[in-house]
């Protein structure tokens, strides 16, 4: 089975991604592009098993062949949309394939992806304490409430950047609250934007509803494996 992969090189300054293209969720990090791209058939591995949990998988694991369509170098920006290092706002990968509109049946599947994500995370955290949520660890940025809050923050400001978003006054404190409403706001939009060609440039940095899509399954199911991890 053949996979177009986008590589995005210096992710958040130290780390190769290795994307497929046209499976939102499934991706490979490195510390370099080849790392990355090595680590890429045991991720198509961990995507298609994922998937099979939920329903029959489509993905053919014999003969994969991977085809690097395009690679992008992460960089930071400042308020003048300067380059500086690795110390301001971050400009993320945009793929040539970024620009396609999403057919109906990828918005349909995105909506199955992300509602899979969501289930999973719920799994993951039910019957967590209070203390165990907000339980910190060595070298972590954040406890899992603060993982859960950043989860709801980061889908609202995919929205955002197309400006599909509600207030940000408007987002829960309380991290289950901020992710259902996020979701439902999601969840309700998202089929809205079959076959649009919107393309944003917003704080130097293109968006469009394929890469929200893209980035939404990838954040969920790499903060699901971080909490395990944290488990």
């Not at 790392?35 to 099979?52: D, G, K, Q, T």
């Not at 057919?103 to 349909?108: F, G, H, L, N, T």
């Not at 060609?197 to 790499?222: C, T």
């Amino acid at each position: 089975m053949n996979f177009r992969v986008g590589i995005e090189n210096n992710n958040e300054g130290f780390r190769s991604i290795a994307w497929a293209l046209e499976h939102p969720g499934c991706f490979a990090y490195g510390n370099d592009e080849k790392e990355a791209l090595a680590n890429f058939p045991e991720a198509i591995h961990a995507y298609s098993a994922w998937v099979r949990r939920h329903e029959a998988s489509w993905l053919d694991e014999t003969h994969v062949k991977l085809k690097v369509e395009e690679a992008f170098t992460a960089y930071c920006i400042d308020e003048s949309f300067e380059r500086i290092d690795n110390s301001g706002d971050e400009v993320n990968a945009w793929f040539q394939h970024d620009w396609k509109p999403l057919a109906a049946r990828e918005v349909e599947y995105g909506l199955k992806l992300l509602s899979w994500t969501r289930s999973d995370l719920l799994i993951t955290i039910k019957g967590l304490s209070a203390e165990k949520l907000d339980q910190t660890y060595p070298g972590e940025r954040w406890s899992i409430r603060g993982i859960l809050d950043h989860i709801g923050g980061a889908e609202w400001w995919y929205l955002n950047r197309l400006g599909l978003a509600f207030a940000r006054g408007e987002l829960s404190p309380e991290p289950i609250e901020r992710l259902e409403k996020v979701r439902n706001q999601l969840n309700r939009l998202l089929p809205q934007l079959e076959g649009s060609k919107q393309v944003v440039g917003i704080n130097g940095e293109f968006w469009s509803p394929r890469k929200m899509l893209r980035r939404a399954v990838w954040h969920e199911r790499d903060h699901i494996t971080h909490i395990q991890k944290l488990l």
